[in-house]
Nanobody, 121 residues
Framework: QVQLVESGGGLVQAGGSLRLSCAASGNIRSINAMGWSRQAPGKQRELVATITSGGTTNYADSVKGRFTISRDNAKNTVNLQMNSLKPDDTAVYYC???????????????WGRGTQVTVSS
């Protein structure tokens, strides 16, 4: 079936940058929207950014102007460039793919296992 694998997480100092990547694998025919969510300890999961197959993007107010989401439809990958990182950005970041058409006639939504991002002060 479909699998999403994130990479690029790690430890970075405040003000630094990280680039997260996510690759969707499987017999995928198309993906409607891809995005990133995050969850910090003791907090609910929040949507960070999304991008449609047509390139329309949406960002949480907390990251607008600092994060940039992009995707390669042909490769079924999505990236999140994170600049000017703050300690409040510390969380597990999850990749998601919505409206995935795969196999012969199947469709569904999928999530990655997450990657840890830690921003030190």
């Amino acid at each position: 079936q479909v699998q999403l694998v994130e990479s690029g997480g790690g430890l970075v100092q405040a003000g630094g940058s990280l680039r997260l990547s996510c690759a969707a694998s499987g017999n995928i025919r198309s993906i409607n929207a891809m995005g990133w969510s995050r969850q910090a300890p003791g907090k609910q999961r929040e949507l960070v950014a999304t991008i449609t197959s047509g390139g329309t993007t949406n960002y949480a107010d907390s990251v607008k102007g600092r994060f940039t989401i992009s995707r390669d439809n042909a490769k079924n990958t999505v990236n999140l460039q994170m600049n000017s990182l703050k300690p409040d950005d510390t969380a597990v970041y999850y990749c998601k793919a919505d409206g995935v058409r795969f196999g012969i006639v199947s469709s569904g939504n999928f999530w990655g296992r997450g990657t840890q991002v830690t921003v030190s002060s």
